[in-house]
């Protein structure tokens, strides 16, 4: 199932149905989410074209990682230094290698919309309970712009110095953009932050 399709589960505050079972008491969630259950389906995972892909491990580089997004029909602007940039309508996110070797891949979710100066504490109460209540994704409050305003992260590391396959690889940038797009979308709707 593409991203674009993922219906969110419980850990990623699907629907009431099977959404975690967590009491509010004023602006804090008291209690810890329901565990998965086994038999619950993992967003991401089917593409026919993966099948196909055969499974030797090699290192990853920013062509594989194009080739990934190609696959994926995520289109990405490349700024000739190693980081790409994919666009939505609410948010941007960040693709690229990181560390000494550049042996971590590094998804980097931003929205667009910022957070006033005078919402920090609404802000950090609201990423601590998306990091509290969901997967895959972390999320932070970044230094000030210089208009002064908070951006939001979410944010996806993986050390790969290891190498991976192919499907491999794909599977990991499908469910970041596919969390990154639940994570602006909860600000905005749930989260009550954007």
């Known amino acids: 199932m593409p991203w674009w399709s993922w219906r969110p589960g419980p850990a990623s505050g699907g ?15 008291v209690g810890l989410p329901a565990p998965r259950q086994p038999e619950e389906e993992c967003p991401g995972g089917e593409h026919p074209l993966i099948a196909d892909m055969p499974a030797t491990v090699e290192p990853v580089t920013l062509r ?5 997004l190609d696959l994926l029909d995520v289109r990405y602007l490349a700024d000739g230094d190693g980081n790409l940039l994919a666009m939505w309508e609410r948010h ?3 693709v690229t290698l990181e ?20 919402w920090a504490d609404r802000a950090y109460r609201v990423v601590n309970e998306w990091n509290h209540t969901r ?9 000030a712009t210089e208009r002064g305003q908070l951006p939001i992260y979410a944010e996806l590391q993986v050390p790969l110095a290891a190498g991976t396959h192919d499907a491999l690889l794909v599977e990991l940038l499908d469910c970041g953009a596919a969390v990154s797009t639940s994570f602006v979308d909860w600000l905005h709707d749930e989260g009550a932050l954007l």
């Open 135 to 143: 997967r895959f994704c972390k999320a932070y409050v970044g230094d």
């Open 64 to 68: 594989r990682i194009c080739d990934a």
């Open 15 to 29: 629907d009431s149905e099977t959404r975690s079972r967590i009491t509010v008491e004023g602006a804090v969630r």
């Open 92 to 94: 941007a996110v960040l």
């Open 99 to 118: 560390g000494p070797d550049d042996e971590i891949l590094v998804l980097r979710a931003r929205p667009h919309a910022t957070v006033p100066p005078d």
